[in-house]
Nanobody
Framework: QGELAESGGGLVQAGGSLRLSCVAS???????IGWFLHAPGKERELVAA????????HYTDTVKGRFTTTRNLSENTSYPQMNKLQPDDTAVYYC????????????????WGQGTQVTVSS
């Protein structure tokens, strides 16, 4: 069992929605969480970040307006709601933690989940 565990991925048609989740261990519950997508043949890309209290979020242009990330402190879980999914969103999605918050380099993230596959059909 790692420090982070994602779930909620699956197959969805273009225009559909998915809600992922990332459960963090108690040891890292106070850290910021970043969400990354890793598409085939591409670099792993940070698309969203949420601070430890859950009241501040950042999104990249890739997902802005379509993804909304929330955090439940009592459950120590982060939830990205992904709407208007397109085939280009097909990727493995990872959550990771960092003591820093914001659209920071992925090298600033310490622990990673195992990833969850999201596939969007056209």
């Amino acid at each position: 069992q790692g420090e982070l565990a994602e779930s909620g991925g699956g197959l969805v048609q273009a225009g559909g929605s998915l809600r992922l989740s990332c459960v963090a261990s108690a040891r890292i519950r106070s850290y910021a969480i970043g969400w990354f997508l890793h598409a085939p043949g591409k670099e792993r890309e940070l698309v969203a970040a949420i601070n430890w209290t859950g009241d501040n979020t950042h999104y990249t242009d890739t997902v802005k307006g379509r993804f909304t990330t929330t955090r439940n402190l009592s459950e120590n879980t982060s939830y990205p709601q992904m709407n208007k999914l397109q085939p280009d969103d097909t990727a493995v999605y990872y959550c990771a933690d960092s003591i820093r918050y914001g659209l920071i380099p992925k090298t600033e993230y310490e622990y990673w989940g195992q990833g969850t596959q999201v596939t969007v059909s056209s």
